[in-house]
């Protein structure tokens, strides 16, 4: 919030939000605003929305679960597919009437969708309602645009990627108790060619090693038991930091703090994918042994087009090496299929690479054109049913892959983070340092617990499990 009405000192910032809150409090009759954050896309996305809901509570709000409920509405918005961009449009659509009936009631944008252009000018357009859009890098500035828009009631755009900035020292409102996210870079310098991701987050950013070790240290003492490393490309971290500090020298420190808990970390990019962090993993106390290793494609001739600027063998060469350091290891993937010029052959190399590596489950998505990246420009002559029917072909075998993997489970014990209750409430659903699901039956008191479990059976892609 610097450059703005808040000053340095604790008491000024404390006194700002004061100021916001009681223009709040009059703008809604003097009851308390309600507000609902929605957050679409990537956990990056569900970490920012618990800064903005931190800010929210600072600025005196509570929190409702719908937006009927709502004085104040915030969708932070995700651009990495088409389709993820029109379930935004059509929900902000849908806020037309609930203004009308509430014209108070203030609506906000940010995060990946609010930084392109022709997205800020549809915005404008099509939906003169939305008060506030504000991009990826001004998060911290949120509190500064509804002080602004509540003292010059119009609206405000603010989308310019400021690169220099970090957002640090936010106040946040966790919605897990045992479970966090914790960034540790922001940004991405890949520019694979089909993602919009280095254009709406700007260049990667490394946190200070000391700003993660005393976040993380929170979480470990108040008791967090899975806390997720996050970065568009955690292999990459440290490079642009004065320290001389890599993402295995990170992971190593923040596993030596004693207490009892997993870490897990994502997105690794397979260019960037050292053996000494794998060497780390192996060696660690605390590290789950389970390594998300977006592939996108079996075909070098793709990869290539793509700029992942790894081949085939040297994607399997890690994937080898992490098997022999750390023989339980999971592996979970990214794999995009119908690139602009994939053909059924190189769809080809992508099924036999997944056969070969066997990864205990992947996330799997058509290619969606994103305007600005360079895929954009590519030739993409296949038609989209000819892609949803390979799509079908990869789905398939890969169940086939984690019912064969699931079942080498069965007989085995394993330590499990007990995360809820299952949706039919009849079972308790617990998660491996694999990141497979157990399904175990249990008390309510046994949740955000680490417990053992002996595997029974195979469900589709879950386990089964017992007590012990
Ligand atoms: N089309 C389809 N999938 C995409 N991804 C990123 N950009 C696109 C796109 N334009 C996928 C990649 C990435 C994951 C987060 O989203 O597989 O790893
Ligand atoms: Fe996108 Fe590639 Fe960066 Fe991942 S590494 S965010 S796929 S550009």
Redo the contacts with the bound molecule.
Sequence with gaps: MKNSKSADSLNDFEKYFDSIKSLLLQRFNFNIPKAFVKTYG?QQNVYDSEKIKGLLHKMGCNFVQTCEEADIIVFNTCA??KNAEDRVFGNVGALKTLKKKNPQMIIALCGCMTEQEHIVNKIKETFPFVDLVFGTNYIRRFPDFIYEFLTHEKHLFKTKIDDDLLCEGLPIKRENKFKAFLPIMYGCDNF?S????PYVRGREKSRASIAILNEFSQLVERGYKDITLLGQNVNSYGKHLDEDINFAQLLKRLDSIPGDYWIRFM?SHPKDATRDLIDVMAEGEHICHHLHL?V?SGSNRILNLMNRRYTREKYLEIVYYLKEKIPDISITS???VGFPGETYDDFCETLSLVKEVEFSSI?T??????EG?P?AEMEDSIPYEEKSAWFKELLELQNSLTGKICKRHIGKIVKVLVEGRSTNKKSLTARTQGNIIVDLSGSNELIGKFVKVKITDVQGCFLKGELI
């Excluded at 089909?194 to 991701?197: E, L, M, R, S, T």
């Excluded at 998505?365 to 994103?370: A, D, G, H, P, T």
């Design positions: 990537c990495v597919r694979c089909y993602c919009i991701v997105t977006p996108q990214d794999i995009i996330f998505f058509i290619y969606s054109k994103r990246t895929a």
